[in-house]
């Protein structure tokens, strides 16, 4: 099985690009670019020559993925979301060598619009709103809103908000999955299964 690619779109050579992606009108993946399996690059997204994606990425129209970002597997960056790679910018001084990296764990969620300032690292299956701007590292599972970015509160792997303190000892058990969920101090985890 192999990837599809829409008439209008560029897929530079020796960009890697797995089974069953969809390369959607007028994106742009560059050379070096590496794309797993089963992701979906809406319309005029734009992939830089350093960028590594997971399987079963969606990335929705007018998304610029600039080099040094790397994406893991299952993650959704919304409608016309910002990476950046530089931290301070200006037009007549080259900072290529002052890339900063940013990582976006698993199962992870950047909503439409939001702005992502490099150099952080936004944990496995955290929520980014629409329209935040995250200047700093976000925790797993936590739910981010606002400019700057603020945890307002913590989210399933399903995509639903917990009943849950932002830190303390206790529980929530998600209504849709009946997952278990444990907070401790400020770091959430989902209780393994008992198989």
Known sequence: MAYQTHSSAIVDAGAQIGDGSRIWHFVHVCSGASIGKD???????????QVVIGDNVKIQNNVSVYDNVT???????????????????RSLIERKSEYR?????RGATLGANCTVVC???IGE??????GAV???DVPAYALVVGVPGRQIG???????QLALPLQGQTSAVCEHTGDRYI???KTLSKEPHSD
């Open 39 to 49: 992701c979906s690059l809406g319309q005029n997204v734009f992939v830089g020559n």
């Open 71 to 89: 994406i893991e597997h299952g993650v959704f960056c919304g409608p016309s979301m910002v990476f950046t790679n530089v931290y301070n910018p």
């Open 101 to 105: 990296s940013t990582l976006v764990r």
């Open 119 to 121: 150099g952080v690292t």
């Open 125 to 130: 299956y955290a929520f980014v709103g629409a």
């Open 134 to 136: 995250v200047n700093k």
């Open 154 to 160: 913590w989210m399933s792997e399903f995509g639903e």
């Open 183 to 185: 907070l401790d101090g």
